[in-house]
């Protein structure tokens, strides 16, 4: 509740006898008006103002400039961010120290980048740049900052990305530190933004790496469906969540492409890796999963599976379109089942709005040609308004019941 | 995982910088030693499009030897788009370098011969073009190239460390481009 709203809301309260007039005044004592932050953000922007020139005058003067003045300067900057967000971080402001530090960890990058440059030097590896990464890893160990543990993280998407679009390789010394070490990090202090950036980075990563080997794009399930497995064996349900949920929707929108242009056989040809290679290495981490799962007791998810179901060996054409609009139904069938049991408000409106998508994929594609096409919109809209006013309904029953298992604990919400 | 400021930890955090600084230092290093160590070569260019320099500090450079005829590939299956490979150079009677051969796996040179990494960029019916990462030249303060001629042919001076590192070590002008060679 901020200030504003006390100042304007509180004397119609006394008005209407809520409160007395002496306890108005001590509810606004006990807020005062935070008008010291407005003034503590001059000299922020001031600072930053004055850095912004200092660093458009060297850069207009950078190719003019002696060699070891450029590297003096890359270096003190360099020591100047580290040493302040030490200082910082020794009088207790966690944030400056913290952000000056992650300064420090990206001036070393650019350092790197700049002294190549200074002597027109060319590595012919992402050696030069790995030593980012492992400083970044090794820093977001020294201190418990949020800032620095993504630091790494999106620092190794850089190189990896660097890596394999300008020299033609895949590094995986990044990805093995990243997924090592940032992982290990992560999985010791488990953050929701961590875990999601962590599986994205790595996504990513995967995603170079299928397209810098010119693999079978379905191979790039295995690496996301690993990151998948190793959310099930995390102690913490919500951190495990955080970290499986980019996976599962990589997956999802796949398979929704299969069920929207899947019928072409262009597109079905290059889907098909080999069979027993695939399938081998896709259920050995199905294993991998289903063993977290049951150690962690949340056998429930493992429906999110059915995304993986390989219908892209079936015929292309309309069994491939039918069988994998089944697989949508029975996915997001089985959230509303799981959402309907444990009674979350937000797993129930994710698999109505599931449910619905698979509605609208099965019936523009299985309709339009079969329909006239004012027929057609007019049967889509009543079937998608009866479905909307049907979920509604059923979401308003259970919410009210878990509403009066709440209200009531010890009766049985039987009459409701 | 220490959460607050200790003298330990402090010290920690002066070890890692003190390694990012030794590092940057050793790139500067890698630097002087490639010059000190490697093998040095000229490379021909075409005419470099200066117009760029009124905006950026660097300018393009296209390499003669960036395009060889298919004929000089000696890997064994057909060069692909991307691939990393070896091009061995060898001094033309104007002392510049042109390609002997191009492999997908590294070799030896001969006497007075040396080998560029490089990747191939595109494969054509007769030639292949190919990269250096050598192409982006920032132009120094003092150097020639700033004084505005027009699309000069210059010769690039490069070395190749015996690690595998290359640096542009100078630019030069050619002054008669066609007369002379």
Redesign the interface.
Known sequence: MSRKFLDTESPAWVAEGLITEAQRARLLARYPPDAVQAVGLLPLLGSILVGLSALSVVAANWQSLPTTMRLGLLLGSLLAAYAGGEYFLRRGNRRVGHGLLGLGLGLFGASIILTSQLYQLVGYDVSGLLAWVVAGVLLSYLYDSQILTLLPIVIGVAVQTYCTQALGLFSYATIGLVALGSGYRWWRRPNPLVGSVLSLGLLWQAALWVALSHAKITWFFVPAMLIYAVGDWHPNRAAGRALQSPALVAAYLFALGLALFGETDQYADRLRPPVLAYLGALAAVLAASVAGKRARGSLASLPDWLLLLPGFYLPSGLPLAVATLVVLYAHAGSVLARAHRSGEAEQLTLGTVLFVIATMVAYFKLTWAFLDKSLFFLIGGVLLLSLSWYLRRRNAQRLAAGAAAVASPGHTPASS | ???R?SPS??L??RL??A???L???G??G???A?TAYGQHIWLGTQPVDLHGLQYE?FVRLRYTAAEAPLTAWRGAAPPQP???VYVLLAPGPDSLATVAGIYDKTLTPGAGQAVL?G?VTEVYNHTLSLR???ER??????SPLRLGKTSPAVRVRVSIAPW??????RVELLRKPTAGR
């Open positions: 995982m220490l959460t400021t930890h402090r920690l955090l890692l910088v390694a990012q600084v590092y940057v230092l790139v500067a890698a630097g002087y490639t500090s991307r691939q990393a990494r990747w250096y990462n050598l030249y920032y132009v120094p303060g003092d595998g590192q290359a640096r542009i070590e």
